[in-house]
DNA sequence: CGACAATACATGCACATGCAAAGGATGCAA
DNA sequence: TTGCATCCTTTGCATGTGCATGTATTGTCG
C-alpha cells in the first residue's frame, strides 16, 4: 500500500491538470453569461435552497470561498441585480441571499453551458 | 438528462473539494519551508533536469502558470538566492534558471513534507 | 444589571495571477 | 547597413482571494 513518491507526485500532477482543464473551459464558457464560477455557484446553491433564500455563512459551507470571498461575490451579484440581501428577523447579525427573478432567469439561462462543459470534459 | 447533470455536477464538485483540499494542506505545509506551491514546483522540475538547468519556456510546460506569473515565480526564488538566472550562450534571447545549492538544499527539506501531504489527502 | 466573549457579516490591505503591451536581442531580406 | 519580423521575457494594470480587523448584534457568566 506504500506509493513512491514518484507515483503520488504523478496522480497529484494529473489531478491539478484535470481540475486546471475544466476551471478554464467553465470560466470562458460563462462568460459569456457575465458570470463567474463562483458567482454561478452562488446561483446554483440559492436556486436549489427553500424558498430561493439562503444565509451567508450557510452558502458559505456549500461554495469553496473564504467568509470574505463570499461577502463579496455576493456583493457583485447583488450590484447586477441577480440577488438581494435581506435581515434575517430573528438574529439580527444574519443575512439572507435570496434569488431574484432575473437570478433566476440568468441562472437557467447559464445552467446548460455549465452541464455542457462538465459532460465534455468529465469522464 | 436531469440525473445526469446532478451525477456531473456531483463529481465536479467532488473534484473541486479534493483539489481544494490538498491545496491548503499543502500550502501549509510549504509555508514551514517559506515555500509556495508554484515555487516548489518550479524547484522540482530544475532538480529533475539534466545539470539543474531550464529555460523559462520549458519550465512553463509543466508548471501550470502564465509566463508573466512564471517570470515572477522565479523572480522570487532568484531573490532569496534559490535560484539564478543565466543567459544562453547558443541563443542570446534565452534565460536559463538553475538551481543553486542553497536552492537544492532547501528543496530537499521540503520534499518530505511535500510528499507526506500527498499521501495523507490522496487515496 | 453589566462586562466580556462569541457570532455574523463587511472592509482595508497585501499579494498572486492573467492579459495585454512593452522591452530587448536576434535573424532575415533587400 | 537598414528596416522589420520573430522570439523570449518582463512589466503595467485590473481582478479575485485570504488574512486580519472593524462593526453590530447576540449570548453568557458573575
Redesign the interface.
Known amino acids: 500500500m506504500a506509493?513512491t513518491?514518484a507515483v503520488?507526485?504523478e496522480?497529484?500532477h494529473a489531478?491539478?491538470?484535470?481540475?486546471?482543464r475544466?476551471t478554464i473551459a467553465l470560466e470562458r464558457a460563462l462568460a459569456e453569461h457575465d458570470l463567474g464560477i463562483s458567482e454561478f455557484e452562488v446561483l446554483?446553491e440559492l436556486a436549489s435552497a427553500p424558498e430561493n433564500e439562503c444565509r451567508m455563512q450557510q452558502l458559505s459551507g456549500t461554495v469553496?470561498l473564504s467568509q470574505s470571498a463570499l461577502s463579496r461575490v455576493v456583493g457583485r451579484l447583488e450590484e447586477q441585480g441577480l440577488v438581494c440581501r435581506n435581515m434575517c428577523k430573528d438574529d439580527r447579525r444574519g443575512i439572507f441571499a435570496s434569488l431574484t427573478p432575473a437570478g433566476r432567469e440568468r441562472y437557467e439561462h447559464a445552467?446548460p453551458t455549465h452541464?455542457t462543459v462538465?459532460?465534455q470534459n468529465?469522464r
Open positions: 506509493k513518491e503520488l507526485a496522480r497529484w489531478l491539478v491538470e484535470q481540475h486546471a475544466i446554483a469553496h445552467r452541464s462538465l459532460a468529465l
